[in-house]
């Protein structure tokens, strides 16, 4: 699986963003998918997550409430909105695929599980 996020940007604190991430490939709708972030001089965290199917997600605290995951099996894409963007919500933004059915379909959390990474798209929010 090979995948593309963009949709990063410049923002005011308080603004929203949307990102996606493509991915090529007909076993898409095979993997969990998730988000992942990288500030400066941080740790990789993570973002969120989403099954298969769509129908379970799972936030970060720091997010929860102000993104939302959602993926669009027919188009091999999944996509994060974020709104009410404060400052420390900058960072590179990565997505990302795990191994497939041989794991399990919920999303999780753990960078570990995901085999397959994007490049990355940079999220810079202005105070």
């Known amino acids: 699986v090979q995948l593309q996020a963009s949709g990063g940007g410049l923002v005011q604190a308080g603004g929203s963003l949307k990102l996606s991430c493509a991915a090529s490939?007909?076993?898409?709708?095979?993997?969990?998918m998730g988000w992942f972030r990288q500030a400066p001089g941080k740790e990789r965290e993570f973002v969120a997550g989403?099954?298969?199917?769509?129908?379970?997600?799972l936030y970060a605290d720091s997010v929860k409430g102000r993104f939302t995951v959602s993926r669009d099996n027919a188009k091999n894409t999944v996509s994060l909105q974020m709104n009410s963007l404060k400052t420390e919500d900058t960072a590179v933004y990565y997505c990302?695929?795990?191994?497939?059915?041989?794991?399990?379909?919920?999303?999780?959390?753990?960078?570990?599980?995901?085999?397959?990474w994007g490049q990355g798209t940079l999220v810079t929010v202005s105070s």
């Open positions: 990302a695929a795990d191994r497939g059915p041989i794991q399990s379909s919920m999303p999780d959390s753990d960078p570990a599980r995901y085999d397959y």
């Open positions: 490939g007909r076993t898409f709708s095979l993997h969990v």
């Open positions: 989403i099954s298969r199917g769509g129908g379970k997600t």
